[in-house]
């Protein structure tokens, strides 16, 4: 991005909605073809970036807008509902600023909170292949005079194709879990674009390779004692997922109905003179609707759980906003599911689905929802109200 693209700054969380909700408009207008095509949205990112919307999370003292969480969730919602893939993309730009908020030294906040708010995009490089659990990191982090040298493999590096700085997971020789900033532009750093999932097809969610990558020191943030800890990083990281699901279920869900109302489809029961007259259809949208207004409703909520975590931080708060995001991610995750089923039901053969690019929200939406088990989350939250038992402190919960 260069000087001349000048960035937005947003104010306040109502100028965040109108803003979202008008790029929004653009970025479903070809939303099919980009998924159809695997054209990566490299121009739709550079507009994304200069909106000023990757900078609303950015605290109030540090020139941001510091919008509450349910904005911050609206937001990736409207964007997911546009466009399932672009509304991914940030997902770990903002979770990346959230670890920076709870453990970034005062010098780190002002200088890369400066740099989102100047246009720069986050990625990042935390998940890897072939480790014991999903938690476990093999990318070494090595002591090199003034800074480091990082080696290792990354995979579900969902964002760090588009960025200008790349948030890696680290472990240093003390065995201790770091973040690490790396420019994305370093020497031996690769990033390859692998990804090849059959939903969420233009995130960019390839691989990254660190081949002795120097880091500054100054660029490397405490990340595993986020979790040693009360602190909102993992609702805050599923918050934005529910989103995306959220958004997702609802691009489904006003697609089924215009579908179905302009399309005229051969089962319909003669005795009606149209699909809107089926009563096998309105059944279908009545319990669609009501369980994503439902959805809609445990997203606002979990939002205002977790604005309390942020401003009043203890195990308390935190598990308490754990959950709320939990029941939200779990209902959010079957209403995307169940909202691009109905519509694969309700418009017949698949021939027709691709024909209009229709079948990109089930296929969007069964791949976001295997990021990590939703059957988790409904253990957590049995365990939380049955046991009184707070949920684990981990980023996917």
């Given amino acids: 991005m260069t000087l001349s693209q000048r960035v ?24 099919a073809q980009r998924d159809r095509e695997r054209r990566l949205p490299h121009p739709e990112l550079e507009v994304f970036s200069r909106s000023g919307l990757w900078g609303i999370s950015v605290p109030k003292e540090y020139g941001g807008a510091g919008v509450s969480n349910v904005t911050l969730a609206k937001v990736i919602a ?4 546009a466009d399932g893939s672009l509304g991914q993309i940030p997902q770990n730009h903002f979770y990346a600023l959230e670890v920076l908020r709870v453990n970034g030294s005062e010098e780190q906040k002002q200088r890369l909170y400066a740099e989102v708010l100047s246009g720069q995009r986050f990625g990042n490089a935390l998940a890897e292949l072939g480790t014991k659990t999903a938690h476990d990191r093999t990318t070494r982090l090595t002591r090199d005079a003034d800074g480091y040298r990082i080696n290792g493999r990354k995979f579900y590096a969902t964002g760090a194709i588009y960025a200008q700085r790349i948030p890696t997971s680290v472990i240093d020789e003390n065995g201790v879990q770091q973040l690490a900033f790396v420019p994305r532009d370093s020497q031996g750093l690769t990033v390859i674009d692998d990804w090849s999932g059959f939903g969420q097809r233009t995130t960019g969610s ?18 595993q004692s986020a979790f040693e800890r009360p602190t909102p990083v993992g609702p805050l990281a599923q918050i934005l997922h529910a989103a995306i699901d959220t958004g997702i279920a609802r691009a489904a869900y006003e697609d089924a109905l215009h579908f179905v109302r302009t399309k005229t489809r051969p089962w319909i029961d003669a005795t009606h003179d149209s699909a809107s007259e089926d009563p096998l259809t309105l059944k279908s949208f009545g ?20 604005d309390k975590a942020q401003a009043e931080t203890n195990a308390n708060t935190v598990a308490a906003a754990s959950i709320a995001v939990a029941e939200a991610r779990a209902i959010s995750t079957e209403i995307s599911l169940a909202a691009g089923t109905t519509l694969f039901e309700l418009a017949g053969s698949q021939a027709t689905l691709r024909e209009h690019g229709l079948d990109r929200h089930w296929r969007n939406a069964r791949v976001h929802t295997l990021h990590d088990p939703v059957r988790w989350k409904y253990h957590a939250v049995g365990n939380y109200y049955l046991n009184d038992a707070n949920p684990p402190l981990r980023g996917t919960i």
């Fill in 78 to 81: 409207l964007i997911a509902q």
């Fill in 206 to 223: 390839g691989s990254v390779v660190f081949e002795d990558v120097f880091v500054a020191a100054q660029d490397v943030i405490p990340f």
């Fill in 8 to 31: 937005a700054v947003i104010t306040s969380d109502e100028q965040a909605l109108i803003v979202a909700s008008d790029l929004a408009e653009d970025f479903k207008r070809d939303s």
């Fill in 287 to 306: 319990h669609l609707s009501i369980r994503l207004h439902a959805t809609e409703a445990l997203l606002e909520r979990a939002g205002e759980y977790l």
